[in-house]
């Protein structure tokens, strides 16, 4: 820097000292005269260079303290970005057939959370699973809370209902998920307050009833949540309207009445007229869960069921309407190794009149997952499944799967 801003001085000094002709002619006390009026002039020229060059800086660090102050704040500003990417290798050796070996991108998860104002957040996530659930919007919402101010939140977009916990610490989810959990469109008020939480949510479920497209479908929750030095202990229960709409539950009933209504028109039977591949009713479902903590030991127990049956043409089991309910009893124990997290677990699981949802009976599962390296972690399960017997249309085989999963988590 100062070597650019002399360079202009020596030029001109040089230039002077070629002597032009009518500088030749002047006398001494006048070239002495010109000399300082033309040192002078240098000099200011060179000051007004120095100001210039001193000046970006300047700006930029006045840029900077409002920047702190919060004055032009960027739009990147309190955005949090988050992920998963979770990789798995697998063999299964199936109720029938041949075993089989695969590896797979088994989850991918990207999600950004803001809180926009004291009272404004949202939160938004994609999710793609390898021959599962293609690339997609799995979360879209916004929340207002303030807890310095109101115990009372509200939440609208798209998100899961909280119907169920589905606690593990195992690769696979639980059964009660595979029946239970539901991805909706909802409106949810709830309240967190000195450990009670609790909501009401409503939402248009996928499910039609009566060929209706309306906000019919409703739900509740309510829970408790406690953690000392000595030991920690949550428990809730909910309800729903129509556990129809849950994400497996709805696929299958759709799936069930085409498959009738297909039928009845290849064999021209006149039911066909009056028969709807829409349900004709909805059928409530309900949960109860609780988990308990003692140092690195914790015990998880959920309940899942309907609260009545299904139209037989909806869900089946043993020639009339099913009542499908699952549950999961699990034991974890957290322990390091070599600094390391490592969790060993036991569950034991299992489903009643779910045969028509393809799920097993009952299942043992076996984890093991440890922390490999910051926010990384390589698990592994076993799973040993018994199917319903042949007189309730499975096949009355066991299954056996082994899985080595490789997560991170960013």
Same mark, same amino acid.
């Given at each position: 820097?100062?070597?650019?801003?002399?360079?202009?001085?020596?030029?001109?000094?040089?230039?002077?000292?070629?002597?032009?002709?009518?500088?030749?002619?002047?006398?001494? $006390?006048?070239?002495?005269?010109?000399?300082?009026?033309?040192?002078?002039?240098?000099?200011?020229?060179?000051?007004?260079?120095?100001? /210039?060059? /001193?000046?970006?800086?300047?700006?930029?660090?006045?840029?900077?303290?409002?920047?702190?102050?919060?004055?032009?704040?960027?739009?990147?500003?309190?955005?949090?970005?988050?992920?998963?990417?979770?990789?798995?290798?697998?063999?299964?050796?199936?109720?029938?057939?041949?075993?089989?070996?695969?590896?797979?991108?088994?989850?991918?998860?990207?999600?950004?959370?803001?809180?926009?104002?004291?009272?404004?957040?949202?939160?938004?996530?994609?999710?793609?699973?390898?021959?599962?659930?293609?690339? $997609?919007?799995?979360?879209?919402?916004?929340?207002?809370?303030?807890?310095?101010?109101?115990?009372?939140?509200?939440?609208?977009?798209?998100?899961?209902?909280?119907?169920?916990?589905?606690?593990?610490?195992?690769?696979?989810?639980?059964?009660?998920?595979?029946?239970?959990?539901?991805?909706?469109?909802?409106?949810?008020?709830?309240?967190?307050?000195?450990?009670?939480?609790?909501?009401?949510?409503?939402?248009?479920?996928?499910?039609?009833?009566?060929?209706?497209?309306?906000?019919?479908?409703?739900?509740?929750?309510?829970? *408790?949540?406690?953690?000392?030095?000595?030991?920690?202990?949550?428990?809730?229960?909910?309800?729903?309207?129509?556990?129809?709409?849950?994400?497996?539950?709805?696929?299958?009933?759709?799936?069930?009445? /085409?498959?009738? *209504?297909?039928?009845?028109?290849?064999?021209?039977?006149?039911?066909?007229?009056?028969?709807?591949?829409?349900?004709?009713?909805?059928?409530?479902?309900?949960?109860?869960?609780?988990?308990?903590?003692?140092?690195?030991?914790?015990?998880?127990?959920?309940?899942?069921?309907?609260?009545?049956?299904?139209?037989?043409?909806?869900?089946?089991?043993?020639?009339?309407?099913? $009542?499908?309910?699952?549950?999961?009893?699990?034991?974890?124990?957290?322990?390091?190794?070599?600094?390391? &997290?490592?969790?060993?677990?036991?569950?034991?699981?299992?489903?009643?009149?779910?045969?028509?949802?393809?799920?097993?009976?009952?299942?043992?599962?076996?984890?093991?997952?440890?922390?490999?390296? &910051?926010?990384?972690?390589?698990?592994?399960? *076993?799973?040993? &499944?018994?199917? *319903?017997?042949?007189? &309730?249309?499975?096949?009355?085989?066991?299954?056996?799967?082994?899985?080595?999963?490789?997560?991170?988590?960013?």
């Amino acid at each position: 820097m100062k070597g650019t801003r002399l360079l202009p001085a020596i030029t001109m000094t040089l230039a002077g000292l070629a002597t032009p002709p009518v500088f030749a002619q002047l006398t001494l $006390e006048q070239r002495v005269e010109q000399l300082e009026r033309e040192n002078a002039r240098q000099a200011a020229q060179i000051a007004e260079q120095n100001q /210039q060059l /001193q000046g970006a800086p300047q700006r930029v660090g006045k840029l900077e303290d409002a920047l702190a102050a919060g004055e032009g704040r960027g739009w990147f500003e309190g955005i949090e970005i988050g992920g998963v990417i979770e990789v798995e290798a697998s063999y299964l050796d199936p109720y029938q057939g041949d075993s089989e070996s695969d590896l797979v991108l088994a989850t991918f998860e990207l999600g950004i959370a803001s809180q926009v104002n004291d009272w404004v957040g949202i939160e938004a996530s994609l999710l793609y699973e390898e021959d599962d659930t293609d690339l $997609e919007v799995d979360l879209a919402f916004i929340n207002i809370y303030n807890p310095d101010v109101s115990p009372v939140f509200f939440t609208a977009g798209q998100f899961y209902v909280p119907f169920g916990a589905y606690e593990t610490n195992l690769v696979s989810d639980p059964l009660t998920l595979e029946i239970g959990e539901a991805r909706e469109t909802a409106a949810q008020l709830g309240f967190i307050h000195e450990g009670f939480s609790g909501s009401l949510y409503a939402f248009n479920g996928d499910n039609k009833v009566d060929g209706k497209n309306q906000i019919k479908s409703w739900g509740a929750n309510l829970s *408790y949540a406690l953690e000392t030095d000595s030991y920690r202990i949550s428990a809730g229960a909910g309800y729903i309207n129509d556990l129809g709409d849950s994400d497996t539950l709805q696929d299958s009933i759709a799936e069930n009445r /085409q498959a009738i *209504y297909d039928r009845l028109i290849e064999g021209e039977d006149p039911r066909a007229r009056w028969f709807s591949t829409d349900p004709n009713e909805r059928t409530g479902g309900w949960t109860a869960n609780l988990s308990l903590g003692v140092g690195g030991v914790n015990v998880i127990a959920e309940y899942l069921s309907a609260s009545e049956r299904f139209e037989f043409p909806s869900l089946a089991y043993r020639n009339k309407g099913a $009542e499908p309910a699952a549950w999961n009893i699990e034991a974890g124990y957290s322990f390091p190794v070599f600094g390391r &997290d490592t969790v060993l677990a036991i569950a034991y699981q299992g489903t009643e009149e779910a045969v028509a949802l393809e799920l097993p009976e009952r299942s043992w599962l076996f984890g093991w997952s440890v922390e490999v390296f &910051d926010n990384t972690a390589l698990s592994f399960e *076993y799973r040993q &499944d018994s199917d *319903y017997g042949e007189h &309730d249309g499975g096949s009355g085989k066991n299954a056996s799967a082994l899985v080595a999963q490789l997560a991170v988590e960013f």
